[in-house]
């Protein structure tokens, strides 16, 4: 595992067209935004795991973890979640 160190605001980028940015910072809690081509999936780790195991994945399952607010809170637009499955 490849272990970066990175400050708000900073990014690292994979394969040339992926972007993770640091959006922010609060106590042990940190907000990555993700910047990927739309036909590259993006899940978090739970929602990932629930599509493999064939899970029917429910409101409460796609909505931002606590504490995380949503796109109305955010300071800078969000691109759409691509946690639901079509």
């Known amino acids: 595992m490849l272990v ?9 980028v994979i394969n040339n067209d992926i972007t993770i940015v640091v959006v922010e910072i609060r106590g ?8 990927a081509p739309k036909e590259v999936p993006v899940h ?3 929602v990932f795991e629930a ?10 399952s796609l ?12 300071s800078e637009p969000r691109p759409p979640a691509t946690d ?3």
């Open 51 to 60: 599509i493999a195991r064939g899970e029917p994945l429910d409101a409460t």
């Open 44 to 46: 978090r780790r739970e």
């Open 4 to 12: 970066l160190s990175r400050k708000k605001d900073e990014s690292i």
């Open 63 to 74: 909505a931002p973890a606590e504490g995380q607010g949503d796109a109305s809170t955010a």
């Open 28 to 35: 042990d809690k940190v907000r990555l935004g993700v910047e």
């Open 84 to 86: 639901a499955i079509p």
